[in-house]
């Protein structure tokens, strides 16, 4: 009975966090409140403000659902895969899972996320909810101390960072493109050692 009535709770809240996101594409995000959220979702208001303090976390919950998955699909990539390569395939594979891995937004829908990445109340780095995670799985994987090594910790902070760098250059894309092509992107130029761009796309010149 106990797995039924958390199973329930899982999927209220995704419908609610699936309500938002569909109703921030529809009105805009400004003009989301939580009772047109909990309607959508067929829940009352008191049952929506049980489980998300404000349309933000709604938002953000998903998102906190891929990341999770995400350190489960890390931790049974093969044991012999660069480690760079099970970090890209594990990140990418709940938006694989959900259908959207390789899906564009039109630019109605860009807009939306970018007034969410860019929304004061998600500026908390929701990777870091999981960091010590990400340490303790880097560490087991590569043989390293996750509190001695610096290495599991530089790894999974550079992991982050990727992760920034491609929602920030992915909510500024024109033409839209898919998040998980600038992942991709992002993880194979660290694999590489991050080399110097061959092809300069701005910036001012130091000479």
């Given amino acids: 009975m106990t797995g039924l009535r958390e199973r ?8 609610l966090s699936d309500a938002t996101l569909s109703l921030a594409f529809e009105r805009g ?9 909990a309607d959508a979702a067929g829940v009352s208001l008191r049952t929506f403000n049980n489980y998300f303090g404000n349309k933000y976390e709604a938002l953000a919950y998903r998102q906190v659902q891929r990341m999770e998955r995400s350190l489960e699909v890390f931790r049974e990539r093969p044991v012999d895969e ?3 390569s099970a970090i890209a395939e594990s990140v990418i594979e709940p938006l694989a899972a959900e259908g959207v891995a390789e899906v564009a937004p039109t630019r109605k829908q860009l ?12 500026r908390v780095a929701m990777f870091r909810s999981l960091f010590a995670d990400w340490v303790e799985a880097i560490a087991e994987r590569t043989g390293t101390d ?20 491609a929602t920030d250059a992915y909510v500024m894309a ?20 991050l080399p110097e761009p061959t092809t300069r796309t701005g910036g001012k010149n130091h000479d």
């Fill in 174 to 193: 024109d033409p839209p493109v898919a998040i998980t092509t600038l992942f991709r992107q992002g993880f194979a130029a660290v694999a590489a050692g």
């Fill in 146 to 165: 996750p509190e001695r090594d610096m290495y599991p910790r530089m790894a999974a902070g550079v992991m982050g960072a990727v992760g920034e760098a």
């Fill in 29 to 37: 995000l400004d003009n989301v409140t939580r009772e047109a959220i």
């Fill in 8 to 15: 329930k709770k899982v999927d209220t809240r995704r419908a």
């Fill in 111 to 122: 807009a939306v996320v970018r007034a969410v990445v860019h929304a004061p109340e998600l």
């Fill in 82 to 84: 660069p480690l760079w």
